[in-house]
């Protein structure tokens, strides 16, 4: 029987002739395809339906491939980081305090109070209803020690609302007891003359009577009251113990 002849042609190129024997061996390793990349990277976190995490945060080194790393570190040789206690914190400024809003209608409300129950917060002085003098050789200071209520009233007469002529009689038996029993200082209330259709005239006559008649001798000095005692409508009077003589208002003139 002759021999069987091979059923391929001869010179053909058969590529997976070694294949067959080359699996038998198992002596290699199949490099992993993309896709099979892909499914064995690790799947990306989620912080929510639907929402990737954020990405780990890579340092500048990381990035840089050998040489650029190598080139990074020589150009921040040197290089120091700021320490933390070298740095400035400023504090945040505080807030600005709410300012109250004022009251002003009890503020008023207070002030009026004042006035009417002690008078503070009105100064007859200031006025041009004040009037004040001294007798002789008084400093003037002391109608301002009078006019602040230096001192103590022993005794008060009422004119207002009389005529003149009993005014002066009033004024006249009201002196002549103050001064016999040793009154210091006292008050005459006259009334401010708002009625009167030219000056006030009890007013004006009581300072008439202060320095002109015969208790002038008497009166060491006069002031306008305070608001709480009549104001401009009465008059404090500083009275002496010894009235003062002739002779020394005439040795006071040749001075």
């Known amino acids: 029987m002759g021999k069987e002849k091979d059923s391929k042609p001869q010179g053909m190129c058969r590529p997976f002739k070694d294949l067959k024997t080359l699996l038998k061996s198992k002596s290699f390793k199949l490099a992993p395809s993309p896709a099979d990349n892909s499914r064995k990277s690790p799947a990306k976190t989620t912080t929510g339906p639907g929402r990737p995490s954020e990405p780990a945060i890579v340092t500048t080194a990381q990035k840089l491939s050998g040489h650029e790393n ?63 003098g001294t007798g002789y050789n008084v400093h003037p200071e002391l109608t301002k020690r009078l006019h602040r209520g230096d001192f103590s009233i022993q005794a008060h007469l009422d004119l207002h609302g009389l ?30 003359g708002l009625s009167s259709p030219a000056e006030p005239v009890l007013k004006t006559k009581v300072v008439e009577w202060l320095t002109r008649g015969p208790w002038r001798k008497w009166v060491v000095a006069f002031t306008s009251a305070r608001s709480f005692d009549g104001g401009a409508g009465a008059t404090y009077v500083l009275l002496r113990q010894r009235p003062v003589t002739k002779s020394q208002r005439k040795k006071k003139k040749q001075q």
């Open 70 to 132: 190598d080139l990074f570190i020589e150009a921040m040789a040197g290089v120091e980081p700021i320490a933390r206690d070298d740095c400035i914190e400023h504090d945040a400024a505080p807030p600005s305090p709410q300012t109250p809003e004022h009251d002003y209608e009890a503020e008023t409300l207070l002030q009026l109070e004042k006035l009417i129950k002690h008078g503070e917060g009105f100064v007859v002085a200031d006025t041009p209803e004040y009037i004040e």
């Open 163 to 192: 005529g003149v002529e009993s005014a002066k009689n009033d004024f006249d038996k009201f002196f002549k007891d103050a001064i016999t029993t040793g009154k210091g200082a006292v008050l005459i209330v006259h009334g401010r």
